[in-house]
């Protein structure tokens, strides 16, 4: 949630504005300056915008006339951490030597600063707010923080500042991390897909060690055996890890046989990612990689699941080196979604390559679950629109505020911003590469949705 803190001389009304965006009366508000006397936090809610606001009353000390030390220091302290300032001055009074002071040592805070003319209720304050544009913090939010009028104006000048924020943290309150870890410490979920003849069934064999395949019951197949338990004793580690084999040939015997053998390719696919986490698309070395292999591979990225890409019969490839280049760059061409999507020689045949394939499918499926901390995620964001800043199409900018991670497997990113239909499409691309390159996403897709605060 976005902090907002409220800071102005004794007396202004900073008590009862925070009662009154709290909703509670929560503290002693007194007219005698300096009554509340602990720092004070609460919930706050305008329009269904909610940031924790921070009453800074109390901090002052017994001299109404200067900018105590004191005040000075705990208010810097909770500078430090939050996203905008109210600066309440009361507008009936007008601006004293001390809001002046206040303001000069506003400037130099890196804070967003909202100007708040307090006691506004009727004309009484019109003079006050008319001096206050000279504080240089633009136009104030006028406001009765007693009468509970001019909320709706306070609310227009925060949420520029802290609404993509607060919308950001009510999406990542609905996250369960609990229930994400539980999926990454359930068995993989694997799935092989790949042209007819490229080896899927041999390569199933070959992992499960028997023809397990060939041996199922040829008529009546149940749903369960589409699925296969399998303990994969890993060499690395020498733990025995869990996977879930989802059996596409399986699926093909329950499939429609009229459907043409080479359109049932990514019809299994389609029906393959649909239960897995992980999906290996197993090429021909004795036919390199075809058209019909990009068009599985794009889908299954679209779907959003973890793809790796093996190139079967290894043993019989002519070649070898030339072949893996060749294929490597045809799929980093291809494959708009992803760079470097992990490409394994493999043969189903003797075994070769398949420990490393399932081991880093395993590393795959990680990369696939991954959550970035939001401030480690809102570091990269500042740092690449320093670099590379938003165009201002019409010289005005696009402003983009805030990023965080909705959602894992597949990782899927929000940004807020305003003026977003203007931004270029190659703008979100470098945002897409960078969150890959820059946050170990690079072999998974990765969704960015642009959001513009109600
Ligand atoms: P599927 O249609 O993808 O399930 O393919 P199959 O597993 O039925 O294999 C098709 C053909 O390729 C069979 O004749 C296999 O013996 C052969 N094959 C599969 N894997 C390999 C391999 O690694 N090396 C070689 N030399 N042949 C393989």
């Known amino acids: 949630k976005p902090t907002v803190i409220i800071i102005g001389r004794p007396n202004v009304g900073k008590s009862t504005l925070f009662n009154r965006l709290v909703g509670k009366r929560l503290a002693l508000v007194d007219d005698q300056p300096g009554v509340t006397r602990d720092r004070r936090f609460g919930d706050a809610t305008i329009a269904g915008l909610e940031f924790q606001v921070v009453d800074t009353a109390g ?3 017994d001299d109404p006339e200067s900018l105590p030390g004191r005040m000075r220091k705990q208010t810097e302290i909770s500078l430090e951490g939050a996203d905008a300032a109210l600066f309440v001055f009361d507008s009936r009074v007008g601006l ?3 809001d002046e002071e206040i303001a000069r040592w506003l400037r130099e805070q890196e804070v967003p600063v909202v100007l708040v003319a307090n006691k506004a209720e009727g004309s009484q304050g019109d003079a006050g707010i008319y001096e206050s544009f000279s504080l240089g913090f633009g ?12 909320i709706a ?5 925060l949420w520029p500042i802290i609404g993509a924020k607060a919308e950001a943290a009510e999406i990542e309150s609905q996250i369960d991390e609990e229930d994400e870890e539980a999926l990454l410490a359930g068995p993989l979920k694997l799935a092989i897909v790949g042209r007819p003849n490229a080896g899927k069934s041999t390569l ?7 023809d397990r395949l060939l041996t199922g019951p040829e008529a009546g197949i149940t749903r369960d055996s589409i699925a296969i338990d399998w303990e994969w004793p890993d060499p690395k580690s020498g733990e025995t890890r869990e996977i879930r084999l989802i059996d596409t040939a399986g699926m093909r015997k329950r499939a429609q046989v009229t459907e043409k053998l080479e359109k049932l390719s990514v019809a299994d696919a389609r029906r393959a990612v649909d239960f897995a986490e992980v999906v290996v698309l197993l090429l021909d070395a004795t036919r390199g990689l075809e ?6 591979a794009n889908m299954v990225l679209e779907e959003g699941r973890a793809l790796m890409i093996a190139i079967n019969k290894w043993d019989v490839a002519e070649g070898a080196s030339a072949l893996f280049n060749g294929i490597r760059d045809a799929l980093n061409e291809g494959l708009a979604q992803v760079r470097g999507v992990p490409l394994f020689a493999v043969s189903a045949k003797t075994g070769k390559g398949l420990d490393q394939m399932i081991g880093a499918a395993f590393e795959l499926r990680e990369a696939w679950s991954r959550r970035v901390p939001t401030a480690a995620l809102n570091r990269w964001f500042d740092d690449a629109l320093e670099a590379n800043p938003p165009p201002a199409p019409g010289g005005r900018r696009i402003k ?14 929000v940004v807020f911003g305003t003026r977003l239909d203007s931004l270029p499409k190659s703008y979100e691309r470098y945002l897409v590469n960078g969150i890959r390159a820059k946050l170990g996403f690079e072999a998974v897709p990765v969704r960015v949705v642009l959001k513009s605060p109600k």
């Open 59 to 61: 901090w002052e000390d």
């Open 96 to 98: 004293t030597p001390l």
């Open 139 to 150: 136009e104030p939010a006028a406001i009765s923080a007693e009468h509970g009028e001019g």
């Open 153 to 157: 104006d306070l609310f227009d000048h």
């Open 204 to 210: 199933i064999n070959r992992l499960l060690g028997e």
């Open 291 to 296: 058209s019909q292999d990009l068009k599985i």
């Open 400 to 413: 983009l505020r805030y990023i965080t991670q909705a959602s894992t497997r597949p990782p899927r990113f």
